[in-house]
């Protein structure tokens, strides 16, 4: 069965401090993995795609990595601010479908 | 240009009614995808088009869901009889394809089934 995690389910910090949200997928055969923040009563805004030939991919202060051997991604959240608070969820692609993990519900305070 | 975009925005409808949920995907994306999101609750797959092909019922919960999408660009998420438990919010997203791109998401539409 493909099955999402995501650890820690929520996550506090102040604000300035860099931080890792981590995935996994249970079946390795991915096409690719994407990030998205999901804000209050909002759909979901895309952070970052990486294929599976990919190792990291990055946009400003955020890096995405993939290591599809062990099943994991993480996503590194450097010099976080107020306005980084919201759901986080990554998605694994294995073609016909997207399997979504539950999130990891970030607060950053002022 | 045009993001994804889902009409109504909320609906609340008694039990029992019919409702109709609908989805504008980016124009020449062939891929759509409806997902169901239940309050502090992950992303459920329901149903996937890809361009002309057969859609991949295979996240339907009941017979009572049902979806089409016409000339391969609008859809429609129909639930018919509906029940407290369909209270939700439906996502819509749509894709170039399926294998190697990104997804877009509607903002959703909120269902309360009172």
């Known amino acids: ?110 | 240009g045009a993001g994804v975009s889902q009409s109504p925005s909320n609906k609340v409808t008694e039990k029992g009614k019919d409702v109709e949920l609908r989805c504008d995907p980016i124009s020449g994306h062939t891929a759509l995808y409806w997902y169901r999101q239940s309050l502090g609750q992950g992303l459920e797959f329901l149903i996937y088009f890809q361009g002309n092909s057969a859609p991949d019922k295979s996240g339907l919960p009941s017979d009572r869901f049902s979806a089409e999408r016409t000339g391969g660009s609008v859809s429609t998420l129909t639930i018919q009889r509906t029940q407290q438990e369909d209270s939700a919010v439906y996502l819509c997203a749509s894709s170039p394809a399926t294998t190697h791109y990104e997804q877009y998401f509607g903002p959703g539409t909120r269902l309360t089934v009172t």
């Open chain 1, 1 to 110: 069965k493909q099955e999402v995690t995501q650890i820690p389910a929520a996550l506090s910090v102040p604000e300035g401090e860099n931080l890792v949200l981590n995935c996994s997928f249970t079946d390795s055969a991915i096409y690719n993995l994407q990030w998205f923040r999901q804000d209050p009563g909002k759909g979901l805004t895309s952070l970052l795609l990486i294929q599976s030939s990919q190792r990291e991919q990055t946009s400003g202060r955020l890096n995405a990595s993939l290591d599809k051997s062990s099943g994991r991604s993480t996503l590194y959240i450097a010099a976080s601010q107020p306005g980084d608070s919201a759901t986080y969820l990554c998605a694994v692609n294995y073609g016909q479908n997207f399997v979504f993990g539950p999130g990891t519900r970030l607060s950053v305070l002022p």
